[in-house]
């Protein structure tokens, strides 16, 4: 598959004429990685806009100074489909990370100079690329909102509070076994945030889970061992471990 075979079928492109798109084609290359190769970072430099070929790419946000370990998936991408937009919108920086997903994957990636010079030239292939991408940006913002108004059960915020104090008492090692129970479940509805002292000092570690629809429920003394036992039966079965809440 050449990346103009790609192009003809993703999204972004559409309506182009064969013409149109051979222009677009030669600012394209074709890449290929393996599963949990990264593609971008957040922070970097936008310099291309992607479209999936083959396999599916996960769009991911980062909790600061973890690996590729703890991160969390946002959406994920499949083949035709468009990613990396911030190549053609200033700052033209990455909000977020993208990962392989799959066993392998094959993407092409359309570098943001030579792409944005072609529009230039050609205002009517930018027009067409423009509009075809708020209209592909719309679809993914009402389908984050659909996720997000998805059944209370499959809201899960967990909060790992990993301020000085915290992280004296073991929060680092409380977040690391949280992100191991979420990997090895394969859970996609779970959001994990890091947050500062909550005053209560003396029952750090402390982590607050909230599950949509029901009052937030905050652990005290939290060690690894605690954090498996929360998520193996709070979080993936309701029934919050009593013994271990954090009293007013």
């Known amino acids: 598959m050449t990346s103009l075979d790609v192009l003809k079928k993703a999204e972004v492109f559409k309506q182009l004429n064969d013409e149109q798109l051979a222009a677009v084609n030669t600012c394209c290359e074709i890449k290929e990685y393996k599963r949990e190769d990264k593609l971008f970072s957040e922070g970097d430099d936008a310099a291309y806009l992607w479209i999936v070929a083959d396999g599916e790419v996960d769009i991911r946000f980062e909790l600061p100074g973890r690996d590729s370990s703890f991160e969390n998936n946002i959406s994920t991408v499949s083949a035709h ?142 060690n690894k061992d605690k954090m498996r036992r929360v998520f193996a039966n709070h979080i993936l079965k309701g029934e919050v471990q009593k013994d271990l809440v954090l009293t007013a």
């Open 81 to 222: 489909a468009a990613f990396g937009w911030s190549g053609l919108v200033p700052p033209h920086k990455y909000r977020l990370s993208a990962y392989c997903a799959t066993t392998a994957c094959k993407v092409v990636r359309a570098k943001r100079e030579p792409l944005l010079k072609l529009f230039e030239k050609d205002a009517a292939i930018g027009y067409r690329v423009m509009t075809n991408l708020t209209s592909v940006v719309g679809k993914r913002f009402n389908q984050l909102q659909k996720n997000a108004s998805a059944s209370a059960f499959s809201k899960v915020k967990i909060t790992v509070h990993l301020a000085t104090c915290g992280i004296a008492a073991g929060a680092r090692e409380v977040m690391t076994a949280l992100m191991e129970e979420i990997a090895k479940s394969d859970r996609r509805d779970i959001q994990v945030d890091s947050a500062g002292c909550i005053g209560k000092c003396p029952t750090e570690p402390n982590v607050t889970v909230h599950i949509g629809g029901t009052e937030p429920v905050i652990y005290k003394n939290m």
